[in-house]
Structure formats: structure tokens, C-alpha cells
């Protein structure tokens, strides 16, 4: 009994300091100035390149698998804590809603270009498209911001089919050059169409609100004055957390296992049964569906749309953001857009050399970690879902749980 219940503590004791450790970093990396936050973001870059080769991140996502409940719990109270924490920084604040924006953007990427190796050069675009969208309903047409969001995202979802569909012949260097297109037509007709605001874009977007709360005004909890940043950040890991997990069942469902398949080998996949046509589409509408949420949340917050921010340099920091963290990982392509914004709006200084900062970290990640920081993982469908296939007495398979000692 005394080795049973050992055993218990330390399955609950590693999700525990797994979330504890994953807090601390992201609390340090936001409230440290910026001659301490860099050396900081290096040093974490050091850390899981180190544990990821000793093998001890693998360990800790198995133990985090296993004990979920605690671990979800765990993060969930950080998640609470953090904007409390920060309340006294409210830039500190704005460069964590940037970070689960951008992580949103990330993940939409990751279904075209970890997924099924399909190079998208144009998420700024979709990022743009959302937040033009969002834009034009609710200040011409006085719609709700709620209703702006789940709009833009159903509007990027449909022109990402649209655009996919032109494009399912095409891969390689020919599907990169046909969506950098896609990016400079669209910077080129933002700013030309006055309807929009043209170079000047679109002041004023309105903020959310639940009821007479408003997300863009300051409030009191329990004493603590709180920023509208504050708000916007819980808003915004409330929804990182719920595309996050859309994304990681999307992975772990046959959809991410035929993109998978179409990534490594067209013919292979086609003789194995999978609809390439079909797969492709869905990749593209899923990831325009994520990029056009994350540019409707983006224009609410900044009350403000404009060609600069969905220009072509914002497609390669987001290129950079999947290959740095690990295409085809969710937890990944977060990790690196925490990574790459906080080290970009600790940068601010040095915004004319942001192309060859980004140039260079492409070219570092692609020749020294092509795998990203934290590589996709092996589907273990036993120990995600506690279930496995056993024969039963006629000879059918059929799915049984597993007992909690084989767990």
C-alpha cells in the first residue's frame, strides 16, 4: 500500500509542478524589464532544448496525460492568478493577450503547414480578413462584437476554402508562391479601398461587453484594481484554451491523421483511401476559421484596424512562430509564439530590423532544430483516452476501459 500510494503522489506531484513551472515562466518572461527578459527567454530556450534531450518533457507530458484532472486544475488556477499578478504592469498584460492571440494565429498555420506540409505565406492576410470583417459589421452596421467574431470566423472559413480550392494542384514552391500572392494582393487592396480607411484604416472598433461589463473599462476585484488589459487576457486564455483543445482533438482524429499522410506522401495517401481534395480544404477552412477569430478578437481589443498589421512580416513571424516551437504540435506552435512576442515587443527599439530578426531565427531553427523546440509526439490513443481494442468472445473488436492499474 505505502508503494501504491508513493506511486499517487508522484502522479499528482509532476502535473503539479509542470503547471507551476509553465506559470512561473510566463509571469517572469511578462514582469521583467527588458534587460532581464531576454537573458530570460534565452535561458528557457535552453532549458527545453536540455530536458527535451534527456528526455524529461516526455516524461512530464505522459505524467500530465495521466493525471489531467489535476493538471488542468493547476493550470486553470495560474490562469486565474496571472492577470492579478500583473495587474500593476499593464503593458505586461497587453504582451499576454498579443501572446494568446498569436498563438491562436499559430495554431491555425499549423493545420496547413505542420499538419499536411502545406507552406501557407499568408496568415496576415486571414489575421486581417477577420478583423476587417469584424470591423465593417460592427461599426457600419452596429452588430455586436460577439456576433463580429463568430462572423469573420465563418467569413475566413468559407475564403479559405476559396482560396484552397484553386490551389489543391499545386504544392511545394508553387502553393508558397501562389499564397504569397494571396498576401500582397490583399496588402496592396486594404490600402487602396477608402471604404476601409485606406492607409489611415479603422478607428474606433467597440469593445466587449457582457451586459452593462465592459471589457475596456478598469475594474476593482476583491480590493485589486485591475486594467482593461486584464479583462481582455482572460477573454483571451478562456479562447486560446478552447482552440487549443480543438486543435489537439482535430490532431489526434482522422482528419490530423490523414494530414499527416498527405504531408509525407500524396500517392501513398490516395492509395490508402484518403480524399486529398477534401483534406486540403478542411485544412485550409480550419486554419482561416482560427486566423479570422484571432483578427476579430485582435481588432476589439486594439479598437483598431490598419494595413500595418497584417502586412507580409507578420505572415513570416507567424511562419516562424510553428517551425520554432514544432509543426504538428499544438503545445508547440504556443510555446513559440510566447517565445517570438515576447521577445518582439521587448524589441520595439530595434522594429526596422524585424525582417532579418525574423530571417535569421528561420534560418537557425530550420538548420540546427528543424524538428521545433518541442517536436510533434506519438499518438498514444491507450493513454489519452484509457482505452484499448480487445477481442471479445466472437472474434470482434471492441473497446474496453482500461483498468486504473493498467493506467
Known amino acids: 500500500m505505502s508503494k501504491e500510494k508513493t506511486a499517487e503522489k508522484r502522479n499528482s506531484g509532476v502535473p503539479l509542478l509542470t503547471a507551476a513551472m509553465i506559470w512561473l515562466a510566463v509571469f517572469f518572461t511578462l514582469y521583467l524589464n527588458y534587460n532581464l527578459s531576454l537573458p530570460f527567454l534565452a535561458v528557457i530556450v535552453i532549458a527545453i532544448l536540455t530536458l527535451e534531450k534527456k528526455g524529461v518533457i516526455e516524461s512530464a507530458y505522459t505524467a500530465c496525460i495521466k493525471g489531467r484532472k489535476i493538471f488542468l486544475l493547476a493550470m486553470l488556477v495560474g490562469a486565474i492568478l496571472l492577470p492579478l499578478a500583473l495587474s500593476a504592469r499593464p503593458y505586461a498584460l497587453h504582451i499576454g493577450v498579443l501572446v494568446c492571440i498569436y498563438a491562436i494565429l499559430a495554431l491555425g498555420l499549423n493545420f496547413q503547414m505542420g499538419s499536411a506540409d502545406m507552406v501557407n505565406f499568408a496568415p496576415a492576410a486571414f489575421f486581417g480578413i477577420g478583423a476587417y470583417t469584424t470591423g465593417i459589421l460592427t461599426m457600419n452596421l452596429g452588430i455586436s462584437p460577439w456576433f463580429g467574431v463568430i462572423i469573420a470566423a465563418v467569413v475566413t472559413c468559407i475564403l479559405g476554402g476559396l482560396v484552397g480550392a484553386p490551389t489543391l494542384r499545386t504544392k511545394g514552391y508553387y502553393l508558397s508562391l501562389v499564397t504569397m500572392a494571396l498576401q500582397l494582393i ?91 481534395n477534401k483534406e486540403k480544404l478542411f485544412a485550409f477552412c480550419i486554419g482561416g476559421a482560427f486566423c479570422g477569430i484571432a483578427g476579430a478578437f485582435y481588432g476589439h481589443y486594439m479598437s483598431f484596424v490598419g494595413p500595418d498589421d497584417y502586412d507580409f512580416s507578420k505572415s513570416l513571424m507567424i511562419i516562424c512562430m510553428v517551425i520554432l516551437g514544432g509543426m504538428d504540435n499544438p503545445l508547440g506552435v504556443t510555446v513559440g509564439a510566447f517565445l517570438l512576442i515576447g521577445a518582439n515587443e521587448k524589441l520595439r527599439d530595434f522594429a526596422d530590423y524585424q525582417m532579418l530578426i525574423y530571417g535569421l531565427i528561420l534560418m537557425t531553427a530550420l538548420w540546427l532544430r528543424p524538428q521545433g523546440l518541442i517536436p510533434k509526439r506519438v499518438r498514444n490513443y491507450e493513454l489519452l483516452f484509457h482505452k484499448k481494442v480487445v477481442l471479445g468472445p466472437n472474434k470482434e473488436k471492441k473497446e474496453a476501459v482500461l483498468p486504473a492499474s493498467e493506467e
Request: charged content about 10%; glycine content about 10%; some cysteine.
Open 186 to 276: 490583399f496588402s496592396l487592396v486594404i490600402v487602396n479601398i477608402k471604404a476601409v480607411g485606406g492607409p489611415n484604416g479603422m478607428a474606433g472598433l467597440p469593445g466587449f461587453a457582457i451586459g452593462s461589463f465592459s471589457l475596456h473599462q478598469a475594474h476593482d476585484f476583491f480590493g485589486i484594481r485591475l486594467p482593461y488589459q486584464a479583462n481582455y487576457l482572460y477573454l483571451a486564455l478562456l479562447l486560446l484554451a478552447v482552440l487549443l483543445f480543438v486543435a489537439y482533438r482535430v490532431n489526434l482524429s482522422s482528419k490530423g491523421l490523414a494530414l499527416n499522410n498527405i504531408g509525407q506522401d500524396e500517392v501513398v495517401a490516395r492509395c490508402l483511401g484518403i480524399n486529398i
